[in-house]
Nanobody, 120 residues
Framework: QVQLVESGGGLVQPGGSLRLSCAAS????????MGWYRQAPGKERELVAT???????NYADSVKGRFTISRDNAKNTVYLQMNSLKPEDTALYYC??????????????WGQGTLVTVSS
């Protein structure tokens, strides 16, 4: 099996910054894509950003220019640097990964979520 563990959430004032981390562990053969999604109260889960193993990135329009996704392939870890945070960024942030396991099965794995609250 494969597990994702997120960290870095918290309370921040509008205009502030936070950095989320997500580390994958377990029976990992390769990680094709890693990403971040979020779910605000009363809303559906939405894509924030993704990054594939080759480095290509994709962002939601609402976070372009403010958030940066990066990954350390050697550590099986993905990061989300969030700057110029707004109250509407408040949500539970989930890490996601598409993984080929050591027995050549494909898994889509989710983390448990980390809460980001942007408030004065």
């Amino acid at each position: 099996q494969v597990q994702l563990v997120e960290s870095g959430g918290g309370l921040v004032q509008p205009g502030g910054s936070l950095r989320l981390s997500c580390a994958a562990s377990g029976s990992i053969g390769a990680i094709y894509v890693m990403g971040w999604y979020r779910q605000a109260p009363g809303k559906e889960r939405e894509l924030v950003a993704t990054i594939v193993s080759g480095g290509s990135r994709n962002y939601a329009d609402s976070v372009k220019g403010r958030f940066t996704i990066s990954r350390d392939n050697a550590k099986n870890t993905v990061y989300l640097q969030m700057n110029s945070l707004k109250p509407e960024d408040t949500a539970l942030y989930y890490c996601n990964a598409g993984v080929r396991t050591t027995v050549n099965t494909y898994l889509e794995v989710w983390g448990q979520g980390t809460l980001v609250t942007v408030s004065s």
